[in-house]
């Protein structure tokens, strides 16, 4: 079939099959096609070890081709095979070409299998924040076939063999919760290694492990040493191995960077630096012997998602003097990373100093957002000519810099920014007419980019950069369309399932990983502790991935006693006290955050409804038994019926997020439906089509207008220009989603409150709708085997598009609205179907795979009546 080809087969979730835990990794593949309405009738997969006899599934009857059983026999550690796949369509009497080979090799899958030793350096006593240097040479008598090195650290490491860096990875092995899940890695450094003498070192820093965390200036909540746990393996060409670890033959030096921290930064002194200490021939007889300290090897744990990388260079765009005369840097994007220093020739001891913000007040660096988070990089140089310079163990949240202490003039050559984040697989693309809409949701794809940094965080830039739960369980959906999150959010889930069940009885912590920072009331938190069943649901719902509820259901279950448990018998949240509930209100003042308009309580019930009938449903899908739950969800709905809602469907308290909640979380019956829709699009208006919600109301109030009929509403509340609304901080300039509706004011002065950030996603799911309503691509079965494509068209744009890579293959929705003509294009993967509703009002149809246009007559949507004066929030 030579017009059918088949993509090399993925392993699971890892864009690089390199040590991975999976010892029967599920396996897709993508099929490539021009031919319309190509389904899939069968498959046949080759697993081949590098010796013996290849495993044949033979041809196979099923249309399955995302994350299909492994089927042959289990990978042992260190194991390495070949996989391949052809298909067969349907009515097809022959098979496509086999795909390329992808390589699929084993991590270590046993505690028993590590003989390494956690190494400790001596911490001086005279730096806070240190950096040491760590080597070990050794002599290889024969020649290389392979060489494997696995590793991971208390702390964060940078690893050479022989001065050559192992990887471009960056503050490996990233953060979990250390006590429960140690990330360790593996890389092939067969290149690197010599017959000979060789030498394997590391730069290790203390990371979130040591270092300094949260907004209470704490520090070394994981342990006060540092440590490097690592194991090279190498293969000879008779089959032996010779193993090199980490072991009390190791020894260390302080490393010429003398102080290294993710809020404060780093300072590097050249005048330090140990030439080819990581080479052999270097000598370390100064150097101080390593302590050995102790690792649970059952705690460790391979990667199921990308590492930290640098993804792009940013180069500066402006440098100017500030009202002051500060020298001060533009790069034009707020952006996480660091900054690439090409330095000048100058005396020993010349002192360069970078500071990092990320907007400017009153002209100079708006440093305040950051609280007590330095974010300041130092270099000395050491007057031996030009060299670049980078940090290699922190990063910032900036777009401005103020440099302090350059020879000459600074010029915008001198400096680039590195950008940094999980390097996930970019995956979905909108754009519409509207070029501030456009601009929104590339800020969206920023804002996720700065806080997808090994963990969900919630900012990049202060004293906090912490994974809390309730602002990835409602970008979660987002987040899954604009990059392949699966592999990565498995992890964090993971985390967050050791830190529930082991350490707080059930209930979700705030924040994962978590750190005891203030003493807040062990309680089920609505809306934050529902990750632990959204953000599973989700990934089931965008990968087509039911083993993520399997292993995430005692998670999910653990997580609606609890909250079950707070609402008490009668469902009615009876301890009272308080709880974030709508978070930052666009009425909360700068000092009180969770006042809002719509009660924790009624944002609880509605919550507990939705979250257990999300557990019933995935009872359903996993052949469990779910009664309790959806029993649950219907009192829960009931409950809210009683306390919150008229016998016609009025909402006791006047506010968008109630009314979002009670449309889009099924808590009304039909006869209440229509007139809460209504009075809903009637509360927008009174407030002036500003935005009137908060971290849980806003991923909702576009699709309940949407749902209710109100797409003219939905469309002036997106458009709104105006503080409160999603484009007020783009007209201010903004490149990211803020936190707050107007972290700057009208006058460009920061928002007076104490948190205050310019780089918060939660705000941004609002994209989840643009996706789906306003471009009109959506997934109607899991993993999109079935797709949605249902654009609605409102007032003020005049076209959309959106891309979405697929578990299936790529597809595409583009459309114009030119007068009343309405024009569809669309692109469905082969092996799905889509539903397709057009915005004429006529049926909806199914199309199968491949290209396809229409073309409509449509009543061009009117633009809602202009209200009274505009909403203003009430002191």
Sequence with gaps: MSDVSVAPVTIEHHREPLGIGEAAPRLSWVVRTELPSWRQAAHELEIAPEEGPVWASGRVVSSESVLVAWGASPLTSRERRTVRVRVWGVGAAEPSAWSDETVVEAGLLSASDWSARLVQPVLPPDREEPVLLLRREFTLDRPVVRARLYVTAHGVYDAQINGTAISDDVLAPGWTSYRHRLRYQTYDVTGLVVSGVNVVGAQLADGWYRGRLGFTGGRAYYGDRTGLFAQLEVVHPDGGRTVVTTDESWRSAPAPTTRAGLYGGET?????????????????????PVDLGTLETS????????????TEVVPAREVFRSPSGRVLVDFGQNLVGRLRLNLPSAPAGTEITVRHAEVLEDGELGTRPLRTAAQTDVVVLDGNGPRTWEPRFTFHGFRYAEVTGWPGDLTVAALAAVVLHTDLRPTGTFTCSDDDVTRLHENVRWGMRGNFLDVPTDCPQRDERLGWTGDLQVFAPTASFLYDTAGMLRSWLADLAAEQLRDHGGIVPNFVPFLDLIPLPAQAEVGWGDAAVVVPWTLYQRFGDAGVLADQWPSMVAWIDAFEGR??????????????????????????????RAPWQCVATAYLSRSARLVAFAAAVLGYDGSRFADLAERAAERFRAEYVTPTGRVAYPSQTAYALALEFGLLPPAQREYAGQLLASQVAADGWHIGTGFLGTPLITDALTNAGAVASAYELLLQRENPSWLYPVTMGATTIWERWDSMLPDGSINPGTMTSFNHYAYGAVADWLHRSVAGLAPAAPGYQRLRIAPRPGPGITSAAATHETPYGPATVSWTLDGTTFTLELTVPPNTTAEVVLPDGSAPFDVGSGRHTFTRTVVAPEPVEKPQPFWQPED
């Design 567 to 596: 609402a008490g018998a009668n469902l009615d949240f009876p301890d009272g006290g308080c709880s974030f509930g709508d978070w930052l209100d666009p009425i909360a003042p700068p000092d009180r955050p969770g006042a809002a």
């Design 299 to 310: 705690t460790l744990v391979a990667p199921t998602g990308p590492p930290v990388r640098r």
């Design 268 to 288: 590097f002194d050249a005048r330090r630096e140990v030439p080819g200490w990581s080479s052999p021939g270097a000598s370390d007889s100064g150097w101080t």
